[in-house]
């Protein structure tokens, strides 16, 4: 009788498991710490998702030298068949929640093309005030309060205040834009579906809701161009035409969830670390501008924010000697390969100078690398100086309650006090 998946990895944690993902965040390091350790690359059943089919089975890379190999060579682990999920999706499913993501070259290249000026550092200082407001009016909304909470209160609105601002989303949106791309990063962690026998079509209304927003948006802005990202891709042209409504609403989905998730969540599990090892913070703060540079990086690699990404081989090959088939699945489990201890001096503690830190937590050299890293790094920068500027004395005041998710490392609350500044 044959091997079954599951029973190749049995000693194993596998990395998109219930008991993984319901894991403390201490635990979970140490479940990706024997997967590194094991030989070859695991063998994992893959997860049951209703309304999703099971396939054969996918493999576990972890250590940070093999997610690199598979990383730069794009065309034998391709994203085209699914990148979010490790289930196969419906037809057009990947492509409502992926955009480019979950495409290959020569179309990403193509669509990436359009906004990745907007991206770039030198345009950030054209932001650069964009982000420095909104991270003083969200720190300067909770000052006044004794309790708040990290998540909702702090990280969360920020975030999305500057996505919503750069894609031109209206008020009146922006608590539901909040709560469909946070369900879709997720991929429908079930504490945010309390009840819902099935995540996949929540998701897909989440998507549906995005892409429609975006659809009308969209129109409006084709006679009512603003300076905003979406005018940009209203207007764009690939090989001489626009690009169609269904590409608008994809790459906006992509954004509103991809410009919050890393920021988002660097930002509150980053004070919680700050939290737990106290000399650092003060450390930083009392440094603030030498330290941020390393200070973020350090941060984004020791809270990894997006903790795996789905890779399909293209033909029989081999990584890092080990054989493996065509159309085989692979997942490239970042958190792990960001607490290789062969790369990585103590890589469970923070080390706020750290360098060189070459973590993959925006996904590492080649074509998928983060669009929006420069702007992460900008907008975490930007709210830890407002928040040891105006909340010296915030202190953590209860345990940190975890997303149950497996594709993202995320809180949903972490509550906070501080002494209120007067009114």
């Known amino acids: 009788m044959p091997l079954t998946a599951q029973s190749q990895a049995s000693a194993l944690v596998a990395p998109t498991s219930r008991e993984f993902?319901?894991?403390?965040?201490?635990?979970?390091l140490d479940h990706?710490?024997?997967?590194?350790?094991?030989?070859?690359?695991?063998?994992?059943?893959?997860?049951?998702?209703?309304?999703?089919?099971?396939g054969v089975g996918y493999r576990a890379v972890?250590?940070?030298?093999?997610?690199?190999?598979?990383?730069?060579?794009p065309a034998a682990f391709r994203s085209g068949q699914g990148s979010l999920f490790i289930n196969d999706l419906p037809t057009g499913f990947g492509e409502l929640l992926g955009s480019i993501i979950t495409m290959d070259d020569p179309g990403h290249r193509r669509l990436r093309a359009i906004v990745a000026q907007t991206f770039t550092r030198q345009n950030l200082r054209t932001l650069r005030s964009q982000i420095d407001q909104a991270a003083a009016d969200t720190v300067n909304a909770v000052a006044t309060r004794r309790?708040?909470?990290?998540?909702?209160?702090?990280?969360?609105?920020f975030s999305l205040l500057v996505i919503a601002g750069m894609l031109g989303i209206p008020d009146s949106q922006h608590a539901r834009v909040l709560e469909a791309s946070t369900l879709i990063a997720s991929a429908g962690a079930p504490n945010l579906l309390p009840g819902e026998p099935d995540p996949v079509r929540a998701v897909l209304d989440a998507g549906t809701y995005l892409a429609n927003l975006a659809t009308d948006l969209a129109a409006f802005r084709r006679?009512?161009?603003?300076?905003?990202?979406?005018?940009?891709?209203?207007?764009?042209?690939?090989?001489?035409?626009?690009?169609?409504?269904?590409?608008?609403?994809?790459?906006?989905?992509?954004?509103?969830?991809?410009?919050?998730?890393?920021?988002?969540?660097?930002?509150?599990?980053?004070?919680?670390?700050?939290?737990?090892?106290?000399?650092?913070?003060?450390?930083?703060?009392?440094?603030?501008?030498?330290?941020?540079?390393?200070?973020v990086e350090e941060l984004i690699r020791y809270t990894s924010p997006v903790v795996l990404m789905r890779r399909t081989t293209t033909h029989d090959t081999t990584l890092a000697g080990h054989p493996l088939k065509?159309?085989?699945?692979?997942?490239?489990?970042?958190?792990?390969?960001?607490?290789?201890?062969?790369?990585?001096?103590q890589p469970d503690r923070l080390n706020l100078t750290r360098t060189p830190n070459p973590h993959l937590g925006f996904g590492g050299p080649g074509p998928h690398h983060c669009l929006g890293a420069?702007?992460?790094?900008?907008?975490?920068s930007a709210l830890f100086r407002e928040t040891f500027h105006h909340l010296p004395d915030l202190t953590i005041t209860g345990e940190p309650q975890c997303l149950q998710s497996i594709t993202v490392n995320a809180l949903t609350h972490l509550p906070a006090s501080t002494t209120p500044n007067p009114p």
Do not use: M, Y
């Open 21 to 28: 993902r319901d894991a403390p965040l201490e635990r979970r």
């Open 32 to 54: 990706l710490a024997q997967l590194r350790e094991a030989p070859g690359f695991p063998l994992f059943d893959e997860p049951s998702v209703p309304g999703l089919p099971l």
């Open 62 to 73: 972890a250590r940070h030298a093999d997610v690199i190999k598979a990383i730069r060579r």
């Open 147 to 157: 309790e708040f909470d990290i998540v909702t209160d702090l990280a969360a609105p």
């Open 223 to 295: 006679t009512h161009p603003t300076g905003d990202l979406l005018t940009t891709l209203t207007h764009a042209q690939i090989d001489g035409r626009p690009l169609a409504d269904s590409e608008i609403a994809s790459f906006f989905t992509l954004l509103t969830f991809a410009g919050q998730e890393t920021t988002r969540n660097t930002i509150s599990l980053g004070l919680w670390a700050l939290h737990t090892q106290p000399d650092a913070r003060t450390t930083w703060a009392a440094d603030f501008d030498r330290l941020a540079p390393t200070a």
């Open 326 to 345: 065509a159309g085989e699945k692979i997942a490239l489990c970042f958190t792990a390969a960001n607490h290789d201890p062969n790369l990585f001096t």
């Open 374 to 380: 420069h702007l992460a790094r900008a907008e975490i």
